[in-house]
């Protein structure tokens, strides 16, 4: 189960970047940005009062003094005319860690964020749409998980993406498309040669039941597959079909995808987020993420149940991720 935090963490070492952490007073932020210096893989930037950060080869910044404040502020205030922000609310703005941490990456002074131990998934993601806003060509930001299971059945030995069971409580086919297609991006991201095959699930496979999710999910695979040909992708499939080889040759016997998918995309975030966390606690599954995708510069969330150990792995993702965005 440990070769894919491993590949991640190799990949982080070779091209080492520099990853800013805000919450510089939750202790497990600390405990992680010290495993992080131990192992190399990051250059690491706690935000937050330098008298209680006591990390050995991490840079501590307080948001409120630093030399760049007014700098921030005033970028920050240009970005955000058009809605209406004064210098003034710049400058109390950016006394805000996650904002003086996404406005550190947007002026290219860190690679990218992680955040989210003790703040909202709402605090981690608005500044950075605020700030650093979509990618090119994104039309929809969304997050999905890494799982990891120790039975190497599934997925690519054991390895899996679900998508999105973060962010998008009750995503369209329009949107379920672009999610797929996305997720399909990241997969070839972290997995490199491997080819990512993705499964539009429901309770329905290929059309055997009716009901207004199942035939959302159709038309989704159908837009997927017309915005990206080359893309492996198929669905309506239920989860057994999607990843038993023996079920998906009695339900979809025609399937590129079934039986062998490692990309899964939930039709709602009811279903994703509950979804990860039964694999997760119940098949011992090590869940990475949430990962934001969609975002020009590498922004990522944490749970806020996550241990040191959990924010040190999304540390090396997202180290991952800034080397393939440049």
Same mark, same amino acid.
């Given at each position: ?16 970047r520099?990853i800013?952490l805000?919450?510089?007073? *939750?202790?497990?932020t ?31 910044? *307080? ?8 700098a ?36 290219? *002074? ?47 030995d ?5 998508? *999105? ?9 329009d949107?379920l498309?672009?999610?797929a ?18 499964a ?6 290929m ?11 159709q ?27 023996t ?7 025609a @399937? ?8 899964l995309?939930?039709?709602d ?5 509950i ?20 975002i ?6 944490? @749970? ?23």
């Amino acid at each position: 189960m440990g070769d894919f935090l491993n590949r991640m963490k190799q990949a982080a070492r070779a091209d080492k970047r520099t990853i800013v952490l805000p919450e510089g007073e *939750d202790a497990r932020t600390l405990e992680a940005a010290k495993k992080i210096i131990a192992e190399d893989i990051a250059h690491v930037v706690i935000l937050g009062d330098p008298a209680k950060i006591d990390v050995e080869g991490a840079t501590a910044i *307080d948001p409120r003094t630093d030399e760049r404040h007014e700098a921030y502020a005033q970028r920050f205030a240009e970005l955000r005319a058009k809605k209406g922000v004064t210098i003034e609310q710049a400058r109390a703005q950016v006394m805000d860690a996650t904002y003086f941490g996404t406005m550190m990456v947007k002026m290219g *002074d860190a690679d990218g964020l992680v955040s989210g131990a003790c703040h909202s998934t709402a605090d981690t993601l608005r500044p950075a749409l605020q700030i650093l806003k979509t990618a090119p060509g994104t039309k929809l930001v969304s997050a999905f998980f890494i799982m990891v299971t120790p039975d190497e059945r599934f997925g690519s030995d054991g390895t899996l993406v679900f998508a *999105d069971c973060a962010l998008n409580i009750a995503p369209t086919a329009d949107e379920l498309a672009e999610i797929a297609i996305a997720s399909a991006h990241s997969w070839s991201t972290f997995m490199g040669e491997i080819e990512p095959r993705v499964a539009m699930l429901s309770y329905s496979t290929m059309g055997s039941a009716g009901g207004d999710v199942a035939k959302k999910v159709q038309e989704a695979t159908a837009f997927a597959k017309e915005r990206a040909p080359e893309l492996a992708v198929d669905g309506d499939l239920q989860l057994d079909a999607a990843i038993v080889d023996t079920v998906a040759e009695l339900k979809a016997p025609a @399937s590129e995808v079934a039986g062998k998918a490692n990309v899964l995309v939930f039709p709602d975030l009811e279903a994703g987020n509950i979804g990860y966390k039964l694999v997760q606690r119940f098949a011992g599954a090590n869940a990475y993420g949430p990962i934001l995708q969609g975002i020009a510069k590498p922004v990522n969330d944490l @749970s806020r149940g996550c241990t040191a150990d959990d924010i040190v792995g999304v540390v090396a993702i997202t180290a991952v991720q800034a080397q393939m965005a440049e």
